[in-house]
């Protein structure tokens, strides 16, 4: 079989724009993410030809919608909205979605008020393994007629959802797309932000916190234990009462860390043992307790309990917090003042990052 | 599993079979896609790190990851991926070597490519002198059986060679022993191997999970109930297989039109899925599912006997009544199917139009709905037909091309627009001459000790990244020394959770 011609230029859209990071901060651009971004406007320029129009925002898709429905021939001139929402598009990216389409579609053609027998325009948000899907049934003297518009799952952000005598409470820090193993927050007052440290699979991260924004200050590679696991595992472990050193538990490997502007690692084998807990204080009695995720597996949400250190581990918790898919982590902040959580969203498929504090009563 | 036979080569899949299905969910376990779907809508790097496309989307060029092995420990090459891919293509798709990537180009825009590529048989594999197949998976072939000539490869020679395995054309393959790959680019998988036994009926898979003897089975429907009832965990996928009715042209023109339309306003969808399949199974009144084109819920099924009455009343006395009854040939296996069939034949007769059931002509292969000029012209057709792309235009190209629907419009077969695959839907719907009936989910049952089951909801098993939570052990994460089978190791480990 002849094979077809090669074009000699090539346009090239890297994959990332169909499968982006999803961090809710600012991210500072890497090195690579400094090739990834002259990509990435290489792909708006390829996405927005005429060729083969696409939704690339949802502010696009609403109007690319708007645009079909106010084309359809033999129209009702005036017509009620009816807007549902049937897939796992979050609800405030359904609201913005709407927006932008009866914004796009203009007062003249939208009526606020339904009146009796006034006609209805139905828009039904449905998804398919890789699209949002947003179907009009619009009203025409020659029946209904059926407008589609699309916009790919991986191009929309999914929010995560930020967060009793004793009150867990959950706050959503951070989150991304690509597996985190461990993250802890190195703050020494629990009133105030950060840093925050981050270990994914190969790179140990510190972020700072600037005007509500997590800036990347530095980024390590790690040492990868030369077999590729499947589950991958470490722990940042910051000193506690006489031990003055950080360190980063990985495998086969112990690195203690040292950080100031930037972060410095001297690693050594080592043998360790993982940690089945972690210690957070208390506020309101000075009272340390211990905090563990249920055991159970990766298919289904997890739950933080609290129990009394000094009881048995075995002993009931005094309260629990529901966590939006499986911790894969907890870890100590300094003072043990807050934790933090790493979890998988079932929901969403992000790693997301948690800050666990307590606190006294409601 | 319930499939008496399974073929590992890619390249022998039939579109829309269940056997398909069950050889797609083996392969999962040898062999990887370029790309992957995940649950959440994003296309996840497998054997492809990156991948881009040019602006007409006729050009499309992966990066391959680099130091990818076989499960024999040699290389991954671009060449490899090039053999492997091009016969599984369409006619219209050319692949080719291009540095450390691969080209895919097209004579039509392909925007949902990456749908395609990440779904059905586009697994890459490299053809062995021998003509079995290696691959780059979590597992390979380390052993199979066959019921023909029971022949059992010694335990040490697989050990040493170790293949994909070609369970296919010398004789029925009744069992398949996975083993771990421990060079696997994706990390090796938890469980040491996977013990597949195939043609096992659907009341023994049950048992056998009752009494700890498998701790994955597939349930047919008719025993979900029960196995929920008995505290069995079941797990149901979206529904993924349609059974419908297909007419095949034997009828003068003007009255297999108002035929079509009588049986189809006499069919009681509603009271084949609730009653007859017991609430496991939907009403189906479009030939894709919605969750794969989002639309589904458009389309509407009426059932109208009165109508159908009316319809039947114009028709010559003589069609489809005892003389002349209409002949509906059940070419989808399984019993399923045959209550399908008895009920559409019901629904029909309460419109006077006599159904008779006839025998499936013995030599047609399972999943051929396709008639053949030696058939007597039996006039209706009850198809099973499994979903197995993510893209609904590959989906709906494969059903209507399988079924003998006719010919696609120009243009209309590379779209994959979603109003465009609408009004071709709606065409082919509104033709009648297919008629969906129900469509149903596959369900799993799962032993207790089973973890990190995070199936695809089409069905996609993802069985590396289970474990069994044996007593007294944990996640695992080092490979053992030993083969335990199906147990993993009770190392300390860095999987384990907090």
């Known amino acids: 079989m002849p094979a077809a011609p090669l074009h000699p230029s090539f346009e090239a859209v890297i994959s990332s724009t169909r499968n982006p990071v999803y961090a809710k901060q600012k991210l500072s651009l890497s090195r690579s993410r400094g090739w990834l971004f002259v990509r990435l406007l290489l792909a708006v320029f390829v996405f927005s030809s005429p060729c083969l129009p696409r939704a690339d925002s949802l502010e696009d898709a609403g109007r690319v919608l708007a645009r079909k429905v106010a084309a359809v021939p033999q129209r009702e001139r005036h017509l009620f909205l009816s807007w549902q929402n049937h897939s796992s598009l979050a609800e405030e990216n359904s609201e913005a979605l709407k927006q932008s389409f009866a914004a796009e579609l203009g007062g003249e053609i939208l009526v606020e008020k339904q009146e009796p027998g006034a006609p209805q325009l139905q828009i039904s948000v449905e998804e398919s393994p890789a699209f949002y899907i947003l179907i009009a049934s619009v009203p025409a003297a020659n029946g209904e007629a059926i407008r589609m518009a699309r916009i790919a799952r991986a191009a929309l952000a999914s929010s995560g959802s930020s967060g009793a005598r004793f009150r867990l409470s959950k706050e959503l820090i951070w989150q991304q797309q690509e597996p985190i193993l461990d993250a802890v927050e190195m703050s020494e007052d629990s009133g105030k932000p950060g840093p925050l440290l981050i270990l994914n699979r190969d790179s140990l991260s510190l972020y700072r916190s600037e005007n509500d924004r997590w800036e990347l200050q530095d980024s390590k590679r790690v040492p990868t234990i030369e077999k590729t696991v499947r589950a991958p595992r470490g722990e940042i472990r910051l000193s506690v009462g006489s031990e003055k050193q950080d360190s980063l538990v990985l495998s086969e490997q112990t690195c203690d860390i040292t950080i100031a502007e930037k972060i410095e690692l001297n690693c050594r084998a080592a043998s360790h043992s993982w940690r089945d807990g972690i210690l957070l204080a208390s506020p309101c009695d000075r009272g340390v307790w211990w905090l563990k995720a249920e055991s159970g597996d990766w298919s289904v949400p997890d739950r933080l309990s609290l129990r009394n250190s000094s009881v048995p581990k075995s002993a009931s918790s005094v309260v629990e917090l529901d966590l939006p898919g499986p911790a894969l982590s907890i870890a100590s902040g300094r003072r043990a003042r807050s934790d933090t959580a790493v979890v998988f969203n079932l929901s969403t498929g992000n790693y997301e990052v948690y800050r666990i504090t307590l606190a006294c009563g409601n | ?498």
């Not at chain 2, 054997?47 to 990851?65: G, Y």
């Not at chain 2, 090459?77 to 990537?101: C, R, Y």
């Not at chain 2, 048992?207 to 008995?230: C, I, N, T």
């Open chain 2, 1 to 498: 599993m319930r499939a008496a036979s399974v073929s590992l080569d890619p390249r022998e899949w039939k579109a829309g079979t269940p056997d398909f299905a069950a050889a797609e969910k083996l392969g999962a376990l040898v062999f990887d896609r370029l790309i992957a779907l995940d649950n959440y809508g994003r296309f996840q790097p497998q054997l492809a790190t990156e991948w881009s496309h040019d602006a007409a989307f006729k050009r499309w060029q992966f990066a391959l990851r680099p130091g990818v092995k076989f499960s024999n420990g040699s290389a991954l090459t671009v060449a490899d991926v090039v053999a492997a891919l091009q016969p599984l293509l369409p006619g219209t798709q050319q692949i080719q070597v291009s540095g450390n990537s691969v080209v895919i180009q097209s004579n039509a825009p392909v925007p949902d490519l990456l749908e395609e590529l990440a779904s059905g048989r586009y697994f890459v594999y490299r053809v062995q002198p021998d003509g079995t197949l290696l691959g780059t998976g979590p597992f390979f072939v380390s052993d199979s059986k066959e019921s023909s000539n029971r022949v059992e490869k010694p335990a040490a020679v697989a050990e040493q060679t170790p293949t994909a395995a070609s369970p296919h054309s010398e004789g029925k393959v009744t069992h398949l022993h996975f083993r771990a790959n421990e060079e696997t680019w994706s990390g090796r998988p938890f469980l040491d191997a996977i013990d597949v036994s195939l043609g096992v009926p659907s009341l023994r898979q049950l048992f056998d999970l009752q009494l700890g003897k498998a701790d994955l089975v597939e349930l047919s429907p008719d025993l979900v109930r029960r196995a929920m009832q008995e505290n069995l965990r079941v797990w149901a996928s979206t529904p993924v297989t349609l059974y419908g009715l297909r007419f095949d042209e034997a009828q003068p023109a003007p009255a297999a039109a108002k035929l079509r339309e009588a049986v189809s306003l006499s069919l009681d969808r509603q009271t084949m899925a609730n009653v007859l399949l017991q609430k496991q199974a939907e009403p189906a009144a479009a030939l894709l599912p919605q969750w794969l084109s989002g639309y589904a819920f458009l389309f509407t099924m009426e059932t109208n006997i009165d109508r159908a009455k009316e319809i039947r009343a114009t028709l010559p006395a003589n069609l489809a009544t005892g003389k002349e009854p209409l002949r509906l040939t059940v070419d989808a296996p399984g019993d399923l199917a045959k209550l399908l069939g008895e009920r559409v034949a019901v629904n029909a007769r309460q419109t006077s139009i006599l159904v008779q059931m006839v025998n499936r002509p013995a030599l047609r292969a399972p999943g051929n709905t396709t008639a053949t000029s030696s058939d007597p012209a039996p006039g209706l057709h009850l198809f099973a037909w499994r979903f197995t792309a993510l893209s609904p235009r590959v989906e709906l190209e494969s059903f209507v091309t399988a079924l003998d629907l006719g010919e696609l419009p120009e243009g209309a077969v590379t779209s994959s627009d979603p109003e465009q695959l609408y009004a071709r839907e709606k065409k082919l719907l509104e033709n009648r001459r297919v008629l969906p009936l129900v469509a149903l989910p596959e369900y799993v049952g799962l032993g207790p000790n089973v973890r990190d089951w995070m199936p695809a909801r089409w069905g996609e098993w993802h069985l590396a990244d289970v474990w069994l939570d044996a007593p007294g052990t944990s996640r695992p994460d080092t490979p053992s020394a030993s083969e335990t089978p199906l147990h993993p190791t009770s190392a300390p480990s860095p999987g384990v959770k907090p």
